[in-house]
């Protein structure tokens, strides 16, 4: 169950046209008063290779603590997350999808999880659909967040996150109930087949390195999730977390681990840092 949990860390973007950057994942954070530098990495929330160039391991033994999206860490997190699957005000798939499309949902759920639809009328769909995700790639499931935390254990340090359960479940509810279902229907119509090539062309896109491309394709697609919700699901998250970077590298060097999305663009967190006198530099 949880690498079902570790797959809830969705990886969604937005584009910009300016400043491309370079095809890099580690970034070394440095200036405006920072006594010892510290790193920012673009992960993947789901890949066939987890592991970690020399590099980013190099940079975690330079560094003294790990900062992911959230404290993966925290024994409880399974247990916030649950409370926050559902949706509110009553909300049920199976209002919100007509008969013939419920049921649609309903085979495709049965066929891929041995699990009728009945028992997730209430969650949010697109909580439905990150449960599937292990079923769009053709290996093992490997996460990059588990690989960072691995490390980070073996040096003693701490794992923390930059934002809490709640707040990151809370985003699908800003987010059209109806859009996410429908989203769902969709990749039941399709039986994963273009979810699947979607993936696959995502992780290509990220063992290039390339975090502009990565934008491009996800602001690129038919899914109404990630490409008509930027501010709720990218834009905003960043910055708030702006801030709280700029407290947590002053006290300590941090190894900073976020979804590979919320790092390019006018304002992911590379930008962003810049914007607050830092200097960003790709670590090749």
Known sequence: MKKIFISLLT?????SFSQELEKSLLWKISGNGLKQDSYLFGTIHITCDANL??????????????????DMDDKSMQMQMMKHMMMKDGAKLSTLLNADDFKIVDEFLKKNMNMSAKMFDSFKPFIITTMLYPK???????????????????????????????????????????????ELLKMAKSDLSKDKEEMKKMMTIYQNKDIEGMLKMMDDSDNKITSENQEVLLNNR???????????????????GVGAGHLAGDEGVIKLLRKQGYKVEAVN
Request: aromatic share 8%; with cysteine; net charge negative.
């Open 11 to 15: 990886l969604i973007t937005g584009l």
């Open 53 to 70: 160039d020399a590099n980013t391991i190099k940079a975690l033994g330079a560094t003294e603590q790990l900062y992911l999206e959230l």
């Open 136 to 182: 769009m790639i053709d290996c093992p499931f490997q996460s990059v967040e588990s690989e960072l935390m691995k490390v980070s254990k073996e040096q003693n340090e701490e794992v923390f996150g930059l934002e809490s359960v709640e707040d990151q479940m809370k985003v699908f509810d800003n987010i059209s109930y109806k859009v996410q279902a429908e």
């Open 238 to 256: 960043n910055k708030n977390w702006i801030p709280l970077m700029m407290k947590i590298m002053s006290e300590k060097p941090t190894f900073f």
